[in-house]
């Protein structure tokens, strides 16, 4: 019988907590996928993970078994998952970001799952980094150029894509 430690116990929290940083940036930023989705997707992938070392180490040498077969299948799962939250609404591509912080969020509650600690916690340092100032470096580029083209080009011209959130 397989009996879970305190840190595996550990692993889940952590992996939730993650999550739930980066989905409470999307909640500050107005999006409907957040908090909870976000820490359920972290918790949810380091639960199929250590799910399948603790499998794997209970049945190794009787059954040939890969826990990287269960974190694959996560990440496919997910992008089932991130596919239903993008949508096209007026010509403008809406919830990419968000579906890409999820697929992210996967990674984090994998990592969290390996024991990768470090890693997990960087990775949710760098997702956030990127849901804020590279956030605000690309807005105020976007308005920086929707100005200047305006100023060159006419307000009718679109040379570039726009929209794409």
């Not at 992938?45 to 694959?72: H, Q, W």
Request: aromatic share 10%; charged share 15%; glycine share 12%.
């Amino acid at each position: 019988m397989l009996t879970p430690s305190l840190l595996v116990f550990g692993q889940l929290m952590l992996a939730t907590v993650l999550g739930m940083l980066i989905g409470t940036e999307r909640v500050a930023a107005g999006k409907r996928a957040g908090t909870r989705t976000f820490a359920l997707v972290a918790m949810g992938a380091c639960l199929f993970v250590i799910t399948g070392k603790e499998v794997s180490d209970a049945y190794l040498g009787i059954l040939n078994f890969d826990p990287m077969r269960i974190a694959a299948a996560v990440v496919q799962g997910v992008g089932f998952l991130g596919a239903g939250l993008i949508f096209v609404r007026d010509n403008t591509l809406n919830g990419l970001t968000t579906a890409a912080g999820l697929w992210v969020a996967a990674g984090v509650g994998i990592a969290a799952g390996f024991g990768l600690y470090a890693i997990a916690c960087f990775a949710t340092f760098l997702t956030l980094f990127v849901f804020t100032v590279v956030w605000r470096v690309e807005d105020f580029l976007k308005h920086f150029f929707d100005s200047h083209e305006v100023a060159t080009h006419g307000p009718h011209s679109h040379h570039r894509d726009q929209g794409i959130e």
